[in-house]
């Protein structure tokens, strides 16, 4: 693939089935409030219905008849011939009440539709068929979009690109859709190669969403199922804990699998970033202090021939430790992108990672 798309960018070819989902918003579930309820309760009433039996076999009486037994069912229920006595020892001997032979199953629930939670290796090696919702499980506010194909991912994601951080494009108001064909065209790109993964907050995300809702911009298909999910998402954490949606697509003719899981990894460094204060903390600080002029001076260049907004000082910090820190894939980062020898990187890269 071409250097200069290293940006790691991206649309999915609109299809009816993504429409239909697209219209109904997954429910909001606070994380881990669906399961906990549903067996707990069955123990306690498994016991209290042996104990009643108990105490109403202890106090019958025998007559006549001879020793008749009684045999429990499971679930403490009697059956058997018609007894009207059960000697004491017969409770002592008596099996314990047996589990009922199947316990309700939890039908299918909310819980079903939160996204699974995968680590890094999982997500890497996963291959959606679908645009599908994931999660990280080493850190829990950070959410991928996995899709089939860079076209697909192009579709949903490329006009929130072009708000939030593409160069010389606006970022007060969403384009039209020619606006946003003319922007890649000029870019000498397609819709599957604008991007090769996206990274935003949720307070981008939702900039965007409002700004296309004030000027009644009509969202794409995959756009409006890209709302539904922020949406899902925006309620799984925690009220004033911003979240990073992430997104890539599988490996196909214009990515190979080693190019998505450098791209993962790139992406990865931006959900950390936008979600740990205190590693952006240090960034931010070794990007003003440690590095000199000249040094953030060669990383804007490069990061403004990507296409990235070098007015922008927050993605140039964010996207200096991405590319410097965690992109191992030499098609999207080499010293030489920023006219620098390996040992210079090197020191550089000491430098941002130090507490
Ligand atoms: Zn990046």
Redesign the pocket.
């Known amino acids: 693939m071409p250097e200069d798309d290293a940006?790691?960018r991206h649309s999915p070819a609109p299809d009816p089935g993504r429409n239909s989902r697209v219209q109904v918003a997954p429910p909001r579930v606070e994380w881990g409030s669906a399961p906990a309820a549903v067996p707990a309760a069955k123990p306690v009433r498994r016991g209290a219905a042996w104990m009643l039996g108990g105490v109403a076999l202890a106090g019958f009486v025998a007559v006549g008849l001879g020793a008749w037994w009684v045999v429990l069912a499971p679930g403490g229920i009697p059956v058997g011939p018609p007894v009207v006595a059960a000697p004491a020892p017969v409770q002592a001997e008596a099996p314990p009440p047996a589990l009922p032979a199947a316990l309700p199953v939890p039908t299918a629930s909310r819980l079903a539709a939160l996204p699974p939670l995968l680590e890094e290796a999982a997500l890497r090696d996963h291959r959606a068929d679908a645009p599908v919702l994931l999660r990280l499980a080493e850190n829990p506010a950070v959410f991928l979009i996995d899709f089939p194909t860079l076209e697909a991912q192009g579709a949903a994601m490329n006009r929130i690109a072009a708000l939030v951080e593409k160069a010389g494009l606006p970022r007060d108001r969403v384009l039209g859709e020619a606006e946003m064909a003319a922007a890649i065209a000029r870019a000498g790109d397609t819709a599957a190669t604008f991007y090769y993964g996206h990274?935003y907050r949720g307070s981008d995300l939702q900039r965007f969403f409002d700004l296309a809702q004030r000027d009644a911009v009509v969202l794409s298909p995959g756009e409006a199922w890209v709302e539904a999910q922020v949406r899902l998402a925006r309620g799984l954490v925690p009220a004033g804990q911003e979240m990073v949606l992430l997104s890539i697509a599988a490996p196909g003719p214009l990515m190979d699998a080693t190019g998505r899981a450098s791209i993962l990894r790139?992406e990865l460094s931006?959900g950390r970033y936008g979600t740990d204060p205190a590693y952006a903390a240090g960034i931010r600080e070794a990007w003003r202090q440690r590095l000199t002029e000249a040094e953030r001076a060669a990383i804007r260049a490069f990061l403004g021939r990507e296409g990235y907004d070098t007015a922008d000082e927050e993605l140039m910090i964010n996207?200096a430790q991405?590319y410097l820190l965690h992109t191992p894939d030499p098609r999207f980062f080499t010293p030489a992108h920023i006219g620098m020898d390996e040992a210079q990187v090197e020191r550089l890269r000491g430098l941002l990672r130090q507490p």
């Open positions: 940006t790691i990274n790139h931006h996207e991405a």
